[in-house]
């Protein structure tokens, strides 16, 4: 049975709006507050001193492509950067306002506890794993981008050099390490212990437990236990928060919580769009191919056609060859013949005058 592009738009429509629906439905869910007895990462800002030694190692784990800037060229800590396809995770220099000396602040994927990136995604290419990461499925990854824009922290990026590998880039924390028993490759690289890898409910009592320990070297906040319901990456810090650049606007709930009744709310024409973009996707690979069959066609038209033309001057040039053959061996053979009819002539009028 054959499909009309207009038969085969309307029913990838459906498909994808069918798709979509479930997957709102689903999207609807309650708070979540992670798993029991997940991972996590703590960052001591005090105990940082912007080696960059973490950088260097997310770089080799992450097998990333080697930076413009060695890793032992502190110099780029004069510039505030922030994580890119090619850096999961990066260390600034901040200022602070009071004084006392630089503060060097890594920053990479908080890995919320419910993290608003898989809550916008249409596919599900984001999940929360049991051990406390937030993975991604490129597989399955539309390239809707919706995941950049919902990000709090203003942390993935799109890779699209090339069509064939485009996908969404952040911090793993290390998840193939960790199911293997290992630490991420960032916190087995800190000289300082910067970094502590461990349970998250763990972390959190060894960060207040530092907090009351010393009284006036941290602020007594943990950023990320409560922020945005919680994030598997916590930090400690002896300046303010927001004066490191840190967002204090974001509340305690999960913007996963604000965003989770938006995929069912959203009017058909929006939930209609992954089917479309589909159908478009298929017919514009079909246009393709029938164009570059087309390319192709005409170029063999084109050697067939000057192929048949230099048959054609061959041919000509053997027959034009041949004539002219012709003709000098048929002036060759009238000249003989006139020679020698006029040597006979000669000889004949040479045995008149003999004669008597």
């Known amino acids: 049975m054959s499909v009309s592009r207009r038969g085969f738009l309307g029913l990838a429509a459906a498909m994808g709006a069918g798709a979509v629906a479930r997957k ?16 996590g990462m703590l960052t001591d800002v005090t105990r940082c001193v912007g080696c960059r030694s973490c950088e260097a190692a997310c770089n080799e784990v992450s097998e990333l492509p080697p930076p413009h800037e060695p890793f032992d060229d502190l110099t780029v800590l004069d510039h505030k950067r922030r994580t890119s396809e090619e850096a999961h995770t990066v260390v600034n220099k901040v200022e602070p306002a009071g004084g006392g000396g630089p503060v060097y602040v890594k920053t990479q994927c908080n890995h919320c506890m419910e ?10 290419a984001f999940t ?4 406390g990461a937030v993975n991604y499925n490129h597989k399955v990854c539309l390239g809707c981008k919706y995941c950049i824009i919902s990000c709090p922290f203003n942390i993935p990026t799109y890779k699209h050099h090339d ?3 485009a996908r969404v880039m952040k911090c793993t924390m290390c998840f193939d390490r960790v199911v293997e028993g290992q630490m991420p490759g960032c916190a087995a690289a800190c000289p300082q212990e910067a970094i502590l890898f461990g349970k998250r409910e763990e972390l959190i009592r060894v960060a207040w437990e530092r907090i009351e320990r010393h009284k006036g070297r ?4 943990v950023y990320g236990e409560n922020e945005v319901g919680g994030t598997s990456w916590l930090y400690l810090s002896g300046v303010p928060f927001e004066e490191l650049g840190f967002r ?23 939930t209609l769009w992954p ?14 191919r029938l164009a570059e069959q087309e390319q192709r066609d005409a170029v063999a038209g084109a050697i067939e056609e000057t192929e048949t033309a230099e048959r054609k001057k061959a041919s000509d040039s053997m027959e034009m060859a041949k004539f002219k ?11 003989a013949v006139k020679e020698a009819l006029e040597q006979a002539a000669a000889e004949a009028d040479e045995g008149k005058e003999e004669s008597p």
């Open 24 to 39: 709102a439905r689903a999207g609807g869910h309650p708070h979540f507050e992670g798993y029991a007895g997940s991972y």
């Open 115 to 124: 993290p608003a990136c898989a809550s916008a995604c249409f596919v599900g």
């Open 128 to 131: 929360k794993s049991p051990e």
């Open 163 to 165: 069509p064939l590998t």
């Open 218 to 221: 941290y602020v007594e906040h």
């Open 248 to 270: 204090m606007d974001l509340g305690v709930t999960p913007l996963a919580e604000r965003t989770s009744g938006f995929l069912e709310a959203v009017p058909a024409v929006f």
């Open 275 to 288: 089917g479309l973009l589909t159908g478009f996707y298929l017919m514009s690979r079909r246009s393709k």
């Open 325 to 335: 053959a012709e003709q000098a061996q048929k002036k060759a053979v009238d000249k």
